[in-house]
């Protein structure tokens, strides 16, 4: 199991001045506990993240304020972060620590995976209908992604369902089981494309200098008319 060291928060120093020194302030709550207001290393915080994510249990190595190592070690989801908007660094997490005797849902990110053929050598597009799923499971059985093998996308006729995807034993997946998770789609003709705006836009043309052609026509005919009829030299 991941471990995360952790302190317990000195009040008396706000979150601005807990960043400042590299620590991120965060609390934990859950099943059978108070809420404990924490304090970790910033740099643990985010190595463990990426192993862990908000499916994986983690364990916190808990010290007092003074330092001292305490009994009380919660074993806890990541229920929330939240990020600075311009760095991107951790600003508060949210522990949960859950019941280990009950089932408790998450979402997870689906990890796409191989090379598929229809992509490679026909030209086609790999269309992704899902980038996470909704998973059942005791909180000692979560896992941390669900891997996606596209390799099996051979033509474009075939389709990877959510029935097709590979969880361990004790895991449940709660989604439709036809859903669609993945296909490839076939390239489309450019030339298709571009043909049917272009021959509107050339029939719209068109129809605008017939008009325009006629209608100078007439009033370039009129004009001659009237100047040959009141010409002197012809009478």
Request: proline share 4%; hydrophobic share 35%; no cysteine.
């Amino acid at each position: 199991m991941l471990e995360l060291s952790a302190q317990v928060r000195n009040e008396d120093k706000n979150a601005k001045a807990l960043r400042r020194e590299g620590l991120v302030p965060g609390v934990v709550y859950g099943y059978k506990m108070d809420n404990l207001s924490i304090q970790m290393d910033s740099v643990d915080l985010e190595k463990i993240y990426k192993e862990a994510g908000e499916s994986t249990l983690i364990k916190i190595n808990l010290k007092d304020e003074e330092g001292k190592k305490v009994k009380e070690t919660p074993t806890v989801l990541i229920q929330k972060t939240q990020e600075h908007p311009i760095t991107d660094d951790f600003t508060h997490v949210d522990f949960y620590q859950p019941n280990l005797e009950e089932k408790v849902e998450v979402e997870i990110p689906l990890e796409f995976v191989g090379q598929s053929i229809a992509v490679k050598d026909e030209d086609g597009t790999l269309v992704r209908n899902l980038s996470e799923v909704t998973i059942e499971a005791l909180p000692e059985n979560l896992i941390h992604d669900i891997q996606v093998d596209i390799s099996v996308l051979e033509t474009f006729d075939d389709v990877i369902k959510v029935k097709d995807l590979g969880v361990p034993e004790g895991v449940e997946i709660i989604e439709d089981d036809e859903a669609v998770v993945a296909l490839v789609s076939r390239p489309q003709d450019i030339d298709e494309q571009l043909e049917e705006p272009l021959d509107e836009e050339l029939e719209d043309v068109e129809v605008i200098g017939e008009d325009e052609e006629e209608e100078g026509t007439e009033e370039g005919e009129e004009d001659i008319e009237v100047e040959a009829e009141e010409d002197p030299k012809e009478e």
